[in-house]
C-alpha cells in the first residue's frame, strides 16, 4: 500500500435516486489533518457527497476507501472509531445532559451493553474541555443555544476519537460570532475535515482546500485563492462578485455585486412595410 493510500478516498463515486444523478464520477482525497471545503449551490450533491463518504449511503458506482479498503467491507463499528459525523441539525426528545449527549460518541469502542469504562469518561472530559463545555456538562440538552448544540455535536464526535471528521453546513443558522467561533474550533483540531459550506468567504477563511460541485459534478478543486475567483463564482452560483486578496497569505475576500444578468434572445425588428 502506497502512503498515498491512506486515508479516506473517494474514486469516481456516482449516486442516483429516483431517477435523478446525485453525483456523477465524483473523486475526492482529503489531505490529512487539513480542512477541505465542499462548496456549491443547493442541490450540487454536497450533503449526498458526505453521506456517502461516512458509508450512511452506497455508491452506485465508483468506490470509497478506508486506508486502501472498500467502506463496504469494513466492520461498521470499525468504520465509527475512524470517521465521526456532524449533521446540520440534530435534535432529540430524551430529556439528555451535554455530557450524555458526548457519551454516545464513546458507543463504537464499547461492546454492546458494556458499561462506561475509565478511558470513556477520559475520552468525554476530554472532548467537553477542547470544545469549552467544561462548565455545562451537566445542562439539559434542551436548555442550549443553537451555538452550544452545535458545539455538543463537535464534542460528541471528538469523543469518538476520529481520524476523518465530516461535518455538513456546521455553521448553518449560527450567527456570525458563532460561525468564526465554530471553524475557529474546527481548524484548530488538527483532524481531516470535510466541510460542506455555503458562505464562500467562510471557506476562504478557514479551508485548506476546496472542492466545488455543481450538478453532482465536480468543476473546480484546490487551494482557496485559485479556485475562488469570480469568473467560477459568475459560472457555478450566476453571481458577479469582486474578489480581492487582502490577506498576507494570499486568502481571497470575496464582494458579492449582483446577480449575472441574463442573456436575453436576439429579437429582429421587422419593419410592417417589410412585413406588409
Known amino acids: 500500500m502506497t502512503g498515498r493510500e491512506w486515508g479516506l478516498r473517494a474514486e469516481r463515486v456516482t449516486r442516483t435516486a429516483g431517477g435523478a444523478l446525485l453525483l456523477d464520477g465524483v473523486s475526492l482525497a482529503p489531505r ?68 450524555d449527549v458526548v457519551r454516545l460518541g464513546r458507543v463504537p469502542h464499547r461492546r454492546a451493553w458494556a458499561p462506561a469504562a475509565a478511558g470513556d469518561e477520559a475520552a468525554v472530559r476530554a472532548a467537553l474541555a477542547r470544545t469549552g463545555l467544561g462548565d455545562r456538562a451537566d445542562r439539559a440538552w434542551r436548555t442550549l443555544s443553537g451555538g452550544e448544540r452545535q458545539r455538543v455535536q463537535i464534542a460528541r464526535a471528538l469523543a469518538q476519537e476520529p481520524r476523518e471528521l465530516l461535518l455538513d453546513e456546521p455553521t448553518n443558522h449560527l450567527d456570525i460570532q458563532h460561525q468564526l467561533e465554530l471553524l475557529a474550533l474546527l481548524t484548530g ?88
Open 32 to 99: 490529512p489533518g487539513q480542512v477541505t471545503g465542499l462548496l456549491g449551490p443547493n442541490g450540487s450533491g454536497k450533503s449526498t457527497l458526505l453521506r456517502v463518504l461516512a458509508g450512511v449511503l452506497a455508491p452506485d458506482a465508483g468506490v470509497v476507501t478506508l486506508d486502501g479498503d472498500p467502506l463496504s467491507g469494513l466492520p461498521r463499528r470499525t468504520v465509527a472509531r475512524r470517521l465521526a459525523t456532524v449533521e446540520q441539525h440534530a435534535d432529540t426528545q430524551v430529556d439528555l445532559t451535554v455530557s
Open 189 to 276: 483540531l488538527g483532524l481531516t475535515s470535510v466541510i460542506a459550506l455555503h458562505d464562500l468567504n467562510l471557506a476562504a477563511m478557514y479551508c485548506d482546500h476546496l472542492v466545488v460541485l455543481r450538478a453532482g459534478r465536480v468543476v473546480a478543486s484546490g487551494p482557496p485563492a485559485e479556485v475562488l475567483t469570480a469568473e467560477l463564482i459568475a459560472d457555478v452560483y450566476g453571481v458577479r462578485a469582486a474578489v480581492s486578496r487582502p490577506d498576507p497569505d494570499g486568502r481571497p475576500h470575496i464582494r458579492f455585486l449582483g446577480p449575472v444578468a441574463p442573456v436575453l434572445p436576439v429579437v429582429p425588428v421587422v419593419s410592417p412595410r417589410a412585413s406588409s
